[in-house]
């Protein structure tokens, strides 16, 4: 089984070829499957020269270093599964410069507590300050550079942004960095439209600090004048210009964040056709955050049918 799973892997990513916006979102979908670290690992085993085969391994160690984290394994096996990681990211770059996928990993790793630079091959060869960039309207510390790598092979990469946004919110334990990158990603503009829709996962981190244990205001929240700017924003500069015929290639995650935003200051009219673009799918957040801290049913997906059905009435 691991054996037919890997070729259709395979065939995949080959028939993907240098599309690297395609490729970095098909590698994410694929790694985030039950089960597939082994299929990776077999497939890794069996074409060790297989530049997919280093870059899905890479993705597979990748998680597994950062799960290891966030389930409080111990510091020497989270040091022992990020310096993995960090090998097989170092492998897959060597046999496609090219390819953006192993410095969004290497990108990601920087969210585990050791000093971010240590995940720059080139970090001993860059300009001083490593983490800091000559730009007064961006004054927060950061691995800048590798986000550079990124953007050098593919501009505006979505998941390298997002992987950015989150390096901020868990790092710094403070989502108000979070949203400040995503406000300045989106004021000085960006290559990938995509990226408007950052501020929404920023809030949402913001929310959840806030609010995610039931504190009052929660409502209020999302009726303020900033969750309309950017909901409208994403709406109008986004969403509302992707032909119909392209919306099965867009991000469920994105949709649901934008569907919610337009949703709760308001703007249902929008909406709607944003919900129409996700047909019968749905991702479970934001929605189970918010279902959860506004205490409204003990399954998120009826309270997201409610609002769907009403909005689409």
């Not at 985030?32 to 890794?44: L, M, R």
């Not at 410095?103 to 800091?132: E, I, S």
């Not at 960095?177 to 996962?201: D, F, K, S």
């Amino acid at each position: 089984m691991k054996l037919g799973r890997y070729l259709a892997a395979r065939d995949l990513l080959w028939r993907t070829g240098p599309n690297w916006a395609l490729r970095t979102s098909r590698s994410q979908l694929l790694a985030a499957g039950a089960g597939e670290p082994g299929v990776f690992k077999t497939w890794s085993d069996e074409e060790p020269g297989n530049a997919d085969a280093a870059m899905m391994w890479a993705r597979a160690l990748t998680r597994a270093a950062l799960a290891a984290h966030r389930t409080k394994r111990s510091p020497q096996v989270v040091a022992r599964a990020a310096g993995l990681a960090q090998q097989a990211c170092e492998r897959a770059r060597a046999l496609v410069p090219a390819c953006p996928v192993p410095w969004v990993d290497l990108l990601q790793l920087t969210q585990l507590p050791f000093a971010p630079h240590h995940f720059d091959p080139y970090a001993h060869t860059r300009g001083l300050p490593w983490d800091a960039l000559k730009d007064p309207a961006m004054h927060h510390r950061g691995p800048w550079p590798l986000l550079t790598e990124i953007n050098w092979r593919h501009a505006g990469n979505r998941e390298g942004h997002h992987r950015m946004r989150e390096y901020f919110q868990r790092r710094s334990h403070q989502p108000a960095a979070a949203m400040n990158y995503a406000c300045w990603i989106v004021a000085r503009g960006t290559h990938n439209p995509e990226l408007l829709v950052l501020p929404l996962y920023a809030l949402m981190d913001i929310y959840r600090q806030r609010h995610g244990d039931g504190h009052g205001g929660a409502l209020q929240f999302w009726q303020t004048a900033q969750v309309h700017h950017y909901a409208r924003r994403a709406y109008e500069d986004w969403f509302a210009r992707v032909p119909p015929v392209e919306y099965p290639w867009l991000a469920l995650s994105d949709l649901s964040h934008l569907a919610h935003a337009l949703v709760a200051c308001g703007e249902t009219q929008h909406a709607a056709h944003v919900f129409h673009a996700m047909g019968p799918y749905a991702t479970p957040q934001p929605w189970q955050d918010i279902n959860t801290s506004l205490g409204r049913s003990s399954d998120w997906r009826h309270e997201f049918l409610r609002i769907r059905a009403s909005t689409l009435r």
